[in-house]
């Protein structure tokens, strides 16, 4: 009997080094990808960074745009534009892009936030392509200033 307890007990640190080697390999990979992760989120290009805010470029009349179902959209904005913009923005295309995205939406779309937020970043992606000029983008945003269905 007092050999299957010698066998017993020399096949238990066997057991336990495998386990604890697996554990550390698991952890040296985890940490590993980890700071990988970390490098790649924080190490951007100084042509991914942020551009600098510059002037706003208020549109002067509000836009009244049709939706479906014979409703409308009363809706006035302004552009913020980066510090490169060397000076305010002609906002005709803008106001064009605009009524583009919001004809023939419905109120339903509209008339929740996560709608209303999701119609403004496609119409800020198509500003900002719009008014990119040799990879310099003169518009980073865009503020509503009244909002109205009916």
């Known amino acids: 009997m007092s050999e299957d307890k010698k ?7 066997k057991k336990s080094k495998k386990m604890l080697m697996i554990i550390v390999i698991a952890v040296v990979v985890l940490a590993g990808g980890g700071a990988g992760a970390f490098f790649m989120m924080s190490g951007g290009d100084e042509a991914e960074a942020a551009p600098k805010k510059g002037v706003v470029t208020a549109i002067d009349d509000a ?3 049709n939706l479906a179902d014979s409703h409308y959209l009363k809706i ?4 913020q534009q980066t510090a490169d ?3 305010a923005v002609d906002p005709s295309e803008a106001i064009e892009l605009t009524i583009d995205e919001y004809t023939g939406k419905t ?3 509209l008339s929740t936030e ?7 970043e496609e119409l ?3 500003i900002v392509k719009a008014y990119t000029v040799e990879d310099t983008k003169e ?3 865009i503020y509503y200033t009244s909002f109205v269905t009916q």
């Open 7 to 13: 066998e017993v007990a020399a096949e238990a640190p």
């Open 85 to 87: 913009a060397a000076e």
């Open 114 to 120: 996560k709608g209303r937020e999701t119609i403004k």
């Open 139 to 141: 518009v980073m945003g």
């Open 63 to 65: 836009l009244t745009i």
């Open 124 to 126: 800020l992606a198509k």
């Open 76 to 79: 006035g904005f302004a552009l």
């Open 107 to 109: 109120v339903a779309e």
